[in-house]
């Protein structure tokens, strides 16, 4: 079975201080720490101004920096051979590819901020699964940004914590030029331990929301089917989103009302609108339920939640579906898809006894089905990002 640790942070960090040292020959004066997430229920509500749940993993992206006084920067990271050198200037659109785009691209952007940089060294350890669909590429943004932050002599106060999930959402769009919404830096950046964050897209209000697990384990399965946001999946369904809103002549599908969706023309247009509709309408109930521990809840919106992203928003594939109904008939109190989607990551709610019985029954179904083995991992409600 393929079980995934978190590590422990203040490991992870010593450990990562000695390679900067080794690859630079000179210390990181500042160690930032940011975690991936899974969400609870809130699927591509975001960019549609809806509500989310998402909660930020143990699972963490950790970025080593030092300041550099000629305006230059270098990027390199313990999971790749490949690195990326060039002046803040070209950090921005345009410039550099692949995960290096994640991580320069976050200097660019704060630098368009107002931020003071003089150019830096950066080496980064991610502990988040790849293209799992629990926000690498998050992580990866606020780690850097937190780092890079404390090096221009930044507290990281709520001001300054805004200022990195903006920022962090540019490098991402404008830079990577990832279409997405902002529910992964806002929960990085903004998470309390022990609680998810329910975040508002429309007032961009979050609180945190003490979950009552008691007896309860929350359980992540990466299906290794892998996932990719600049694919034309993620930009379709944000354009379907788009069209529904300007047939309905209303900013955003958080001003729509189910009614008005089931008149749309286009059957494709009317079915994703219709996920964003109820997806929203699902959130507040789910987080009061979570909060009083009421199960039955829970499993029955988890389970309209998978079928919509299924059948409506058509975001699943077959092995999310199986990682999902598996885990609920192996004694779940509720399973879903989480994330993009496109493949990615189911989280489960499993009574502590049944965790190793639905590990095991998810991992028999997929070899007898040839799939890709799974991973899982235990996502206990962590804190945001910070220095370690
Ligand atoms: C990705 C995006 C988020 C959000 C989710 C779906 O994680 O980065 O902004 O849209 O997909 O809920």
Redesign the pocket.
């Known amino acids: 079975m393929t079980y995934l640790e978190p590590g422990r942070p203040d490991q992870i960090a010593a450990d990562l201080r000695g390679a900067f040292q080794q690859r630079y020959g000179a210390a990181a004066a500042a160690v930032g720490r940011a975690p991936g997430r899974v969400?609870l229920i809130g699927?591509?509500?975001?960019?549609n101004r809806g509500l989310?749940l998402p909660l930020a993993l143990p699972h963490a992206t950790y970025a080593a920096a030092a300041p550099r006084t000629d305006g230059r920067v270098r990027v390199a990271s313990l999971q790749d051979d490949s690195v990326w050198e060039g002046t803040l200037d070209e950090a921005g659109p345009g410039g550099p590819r692949g995960w290096a785009t994640y991580a320069a691209g976050v200097l660019w952007a704060l630098r368009e901020a107002g931020v003071d940089l003089p150019g830096a060294d950066l080496l980064v350890d991610g502990r988040v699964p790849l293209g799992a669909g629990l926000?690498s590429s998050a992580a990866l943004e606020c780690s850097v940004a937190v780092a890079v932050l404390a090096l221009a002599g930044r507290d990281l106060d709520a001001g300054a914590r805004r200022l990195v999930v903006d920022a962090c959402i540019r490098a991402e769009t404008e830079v990577a030029g990832a279409p997405?919404?902002?529910?992964?830096q806002t929960v990085a950046v903004l998470a309390e331990e022990g609680a998810a964050l329910l975040v508002d897209f429309d007032t961009d209000e979050s609180r945190p929301v003490h979950l009552d697990l008691a007896g309860l384990t929350l359980l992540v399965t990466d299906t290794r089917v892998s996932h990719e946001?600049i694919d034309g999946g993620y930009a379709a369904r944000r354009a379907d989103c788009e069209a529904a809103a300007a047939e309905l002549g209303v900013p955003s599908l958080r001003q729509a009302d189910l009614e008005s969706v089931e008149r749309i023309g286009d059957e494709r247009v009317r079915r994703r609108a219709r996920h964003i509709v109820t997806e929203t309408d699902r959130v507040q109930p789910v987080a009061d339920a979570l909060a009083a521990g009421d199960r039955d809840t829970v499993e029955r919106l988890f389970a309209l939640s998978h079928a919509s992203m299924r059948d409506d928003f058509e975001i699943s594939c077959d092995e999310l579906d199986a990682a999902v109904a598996v885990a609920v008939e192996a004694g779940a109190v509720g399973a879903r898809m989480t994330?993009?989607g496109f493949g990615g990551s189911s989280v489960a709610i499993v009574p502590d006894e049944r965790v190793e019985a639905v590990m095991r029954a998810i991992d028999t179904e997929f070899a007898l089905r040839g799939f890709a083995t799974p991973a899982h991992l235990r996502a206990e409600p962590s804190a945001g990002a910070g220095l370690v």
């Open positions: 969400n699927e591509h509500t975001d960019y989310v926000s997405t919404g902002g529910m992964d946001l994330g993009g």
